[in-house]
């Protein structure tokens, strides 16, 4: 069971939009900084939203992340088929002393 | 061009200890936080520890606290997780993962190692 809410899944087709979802608390999301994560099934995660909703070098600006209260958001627009894979949203959580992930969201580009 | 690479994995009994090193290049590793993180296989990714640049805050997973210890060498731009007491429930790919900061705690995780897998099985 993860601190972090994700949805399992999520489904669109190409050139469309899709956002997902990452349900947290107080003691997270609401009052530090989120990042999300990209994996490739067989590689390693690579960082795509930081600071709640920059974006690193090299990342473009179809993927982007917002913040309300203790939830977050991650978007994806102009779909290809090469997102396909899983996303993690993770944050530093105060109460833990820890950072914590939400169980991820495989993003099937149909 | 930052890379990290993570070393020592591999099969280890229940109870048995192993240790990871990850060595970096490409940044000042020595004002950097640096991470571990770990992914059975499967499964989510799991953070199981932290560790400031001058190694004077270390944070841990519940599940890991007292068996797993994190150090670093700055002069050798390596970090290590000793891991003792291992378990079945260890088995994953360990991560190493470097922090964008040095702010006393996680801020994000902005380069990874390809992983070093492993095995905990009798």
């Known amino acids: 069971q993860s601190v972090l809410t994700q949805p399992p899944s999520v489904s669109a087709a190409p050139g469309q939009k899709v956002s997902i979802s990452c349900s947290g608390s107080?003691?997270?999301?609401?009052?530090?900084?989120v990042s999300w994560y990209q994996q490739v099934p067989g590689t390693a995660p690579k960082l795509l939203i930081y600071?709640?909703?920059k974006r690193p070098s090299g990342i473009p600006d179809r993927f982007s992340g917002s913040k309300s209260g203790p939830s977050a958001t991650l978007g994806i627009t102009g779909l290809q088929t090469g997102d396909e894979a899983h996303y993690y949203c993770?944050?530093?959580?105060?109460?833990?002393?820890?950072?914590?992930f939400g169980g991820g969201t495989r993003l099937t580009v149909l | 061009e930052v890379q990290l690479v993570e070393s020592g994995g591999g099969l280890v009994k229940p109870g048995g200890s192993l240790r990871l090193s990850c060595t970096a290049s490409g940044f000042t590793f020595s004002t950097y936080s640096m991470n571990w993180v770990r992914q059975a296989p499967g499964k989510g990714l799991e953070w199981v520890s932290y560790?400031?640049?001058?190694?004077?805050?270390?944070f841990y997973a519940d599940s890991v606290k007292g068996r797993f210890t994190v150090s670093r060498d700055n002069a050798k731009n390596t970090l290590y997780l000793q891991m003792t007491s291992l378990r079945v429930e260890d088995t994953a790919v360990y991560y190493c993962a470097k922090d964008p900061l040095d702010y006393g705690e996680v801020t994000a995780l902005d380069f990874w190692g390809q992983g070093s897998l492993v095995t905990v099985s009798s």
């Open positions: 560790i400031n640049s001058p190694s004077t805050s270390k």
């Open positions: 107080y003691s997270n999301i609401a009052k530090n900084l």
């Open positions: 600071d709640n909703r």
């Open positions: 993770g944050v530093w959580d105060s109460t833990l002393s820890a950072m914590v």
